[in-house]
């Protein structure tokens, strides 16, 4: 029995539809074993959802759909929004979660979500010998990034396997080397498909432009990177398997130039992983935690509240000299105010002078 999804609800937006009234889209998240991808529904949608799921099971789901505001819109209301946009998420999440299965194992459900039926997804598998992925969801930016941190994931677990199938093999104990390179398939195998998930999904994101030139050419050198990792594991999966079936020890007539270069190819691939630095946004300046999960058009917004703040620092600085020029001016001011009194004092005091001199002369005449 396959696992639930995981079930979010990240983020809102506007309809853009010309010539209709606008309304809120609740961008819904789900992540699959093998894929992830986006469903956007509005607020009728989750309405008739509950209705049918109410007439198909004949009771209503354990948690209660938000009800709906008649005064006010979400449209101009971003906490009623955000309010409801948690409401449903819980909604949606509470389905998916709950042990009893009758709500979600419905059409209705499943239609909701855009997962295929089991019968649809059986012939699938049985007819390809593979499960074809779906890039719906990589075709998000936000996604996109956590299907490659996924793909990373799984590509340093694979090399854990195969880094513990060589020391059984080592070792002598066969059962647990079969069961990591078995382990490790299956890791490979899910990582083949990301990789190609993320490839339609980067397409995608061109075709509408959702994200700037060089943005994609940074993400499609991650997937390529990701890519010749991927063939490499497995190139060195099969390999060393093939070497070690047909007898590579010198002491059952192997070669040993096969023995060498089949050492130097693990003892490259399965080195630790150095994480990335990523882009590097102006020497000697690398990217930072903050930006590396931000797009073109992140960066820049962030660049331009960094030089709004470094601008409003400046007009705060500028006050201060403003004022303490103005103090400045002030105390001249008051300076020479009183070196003008001080001066007239001393005019006074030499009028005073002789006005008493002259009085002493007429006393020794009298």
């Given at each position: 029995?396959?696992?639930p999804p995981e079930i979010a609800i990240p983020s809102t937006s506007v309809s853009e539809d010309v010539g209709s009234k606008p309304y809120t889209l609740y961008n819904i998240?789900?992540?699959?074993?093998?894929?992830?991808?986006?469903?956007?529904?509005?607020?009728?949608?989750?309405?008739?959802?509950?209705?049918?799921?109410?007439?198909?099971?004949?009771?209503?789901?354990?948690?209660?759909?938000?009800?709906?505001?008649?005064?006010?819109?979400?449209?101009?209301?971003?906490?009623?929004?955000?309010?409801?946009?948690?409401?449903?998420?819980?909604?949606?999440?509470?389905?998916?979660?709950?042990?009893?299965?009758?709500?979600?194992?419905?059409?209705?459900?499943?239609?909701?979500?855009?997962?295929?039926?089991?019968?649809?997804?059986?012939?699938?598998?049985?007819?390809?010998?593979?499960?074809?992925?779906?890039?719906?969801?990589?075709?998000?930016?936000?996604?996109?990034?956590?299907?490659?941190?996924?793909?990373?994931?799984?590509?340093?677990?694979?090399?854990?396997?195969?880094?513990?199938?060589?020391?059984?093999?080592?070792?002598?104990?066969?059962?647990?080397?079969?069961?990591?390179?078995?382990?490790?398939?299956?890791?490979?195998?899910?990582?083949?498909?990301?990789?190609?998930?993320?490839?339609?999904?980067?397409?995608?994101?061109?075709?509408?432009?959702?994200?700037?030139?060089?943005?994609?050419?940074?993400?499609?050198?991650?997937?390529?990177?990701?890519?010749?990792?991927?063939?490499?594991?497995?190139?060195?999966?099969?390999?060393?398997?093939?070497?070690?079936?047909?007898?590579?020890?010198?002491?059952?007539?192997?070669?040993?130039?096969?023995?060498?270069?089949?050492?130097?190819?693990?003892?490259?691939?399965?080195?630790?992983?150095?994480?990335?630095?990523?882009?590097?946004?102006?020497?000697?300046?690398?990217?930072?935690?903050?930006?590396?999960?931000?797009?073109?058009?992140?960066?820049?917004?962030?660049?331009?509240?960094?030089?709004?703040?470094?601008?409003?620092?400046?007009?705060?600085?500028?006050?201060?000299?403003?004022?303490?020029?103005?103090?400045?001016?002030?105390?001249?001011?008051?300076?020479?105010?009183?070196?003008?009194?001080?001066?007239?004092?001393?005019?006074?005091?030499?009028?005073?002078?002789?006005?008493?001199?002259?009085?002493?002369?007429?006393?020794?005449?009298?």
């Amino acid at each position: 029995m396959a696992p639930p999804p995981e079930i979010a609800i990240p983020s809102t937006s506007v309809s853009e539809d010309v010539g209709s009234k606008p309304y809120t889209l609740y961008n819904i998240t789900l992540r699959l074993p093998l894929r992830s991808f986006v469903v956007q529904k509005r607020y009728s949608d989750f309405a008739r959802l509950h209705n049918t799921l109410v007439q198909q099971v004949g009771v209503p789901p354990p948690e209660p759909l938000p009800g709906k505001h008649w005064l006010k819109s979400t449209v101009r209301s971003p906490d009623l929004a955000r309010n409801r946009q948690i409401a449903l998420e819980k909604y949606l999440r509470t389905i998916a979660e709950t042990p009893d299965r009758r709500w979600r194992d419905t059409s209705a459900w499943r239609a909701f979500l855009n997962l295929p039926s089991t019968s649809t997804t059986s012939s699938a598998v049985s007819a390809s010998g593979m499960a074809r992925p779906a890039a719906t969801g990589a075709a998000d930016p936000q996604t996109w990034l956590d299907m490659y941190r996924e793909l990373k994931q799984n590509l340093n677990e694979a090399r854990q396997c195969l880094s513990r199938r060589d020391a059984a093999s080592d070792s002598g104990n066969s059962t647990a080397a079969a069961e990591a390179g078995s382990a490790a398939s299956k890791v490979l195998f899910k990582a083949g498909i990301l990789v190609t998930s993320l490839s339609d999904g980067l397409r995608k994101m061109q075709e509408s432009n959702r994200l700037g030139e060089g943005e994609l050419r940074r993400r499609r050198d991650l997937v390529s990177n990701a890519r010749m990792e991927r063939d490499g594991l497995e190139k060195l999966s099969t390999a060393l398997f093939t070497a070690s079936a047909s007898g590579s020890n010198p002491r059952n007539g192997g070669n040993s130039s096969v023995s060498a270069a089949a050492a130097d190819e693990k003892s490259t691939l399965l080195k630790s992983a150095r994480p990335t630095t990523g882009r590097v946004l102006g020497a000697p300046l690398p990217e930072t935690a903050q930006t590396r999960e931000l797009d073109n058009e992140g960066v820049l917004q962030l660049q331009k509240q960094e030089m709004a703040s470094q601008d409003q620092a400046i007009d705060q600085l500028a006050d201060v000299i403003r004022r303490q020029k103005a103090m400045g001016i002030q105390m001249k001011n008051e300076v020479d105010a009183q070196t003008e009194m001080l001066a007239a004092l001393n005019g006074d005091v030499d009028r005073v002078n002789d006005k008493l001199g002259v009085a002493q002369n007429r006393i020794k005449k009298l």
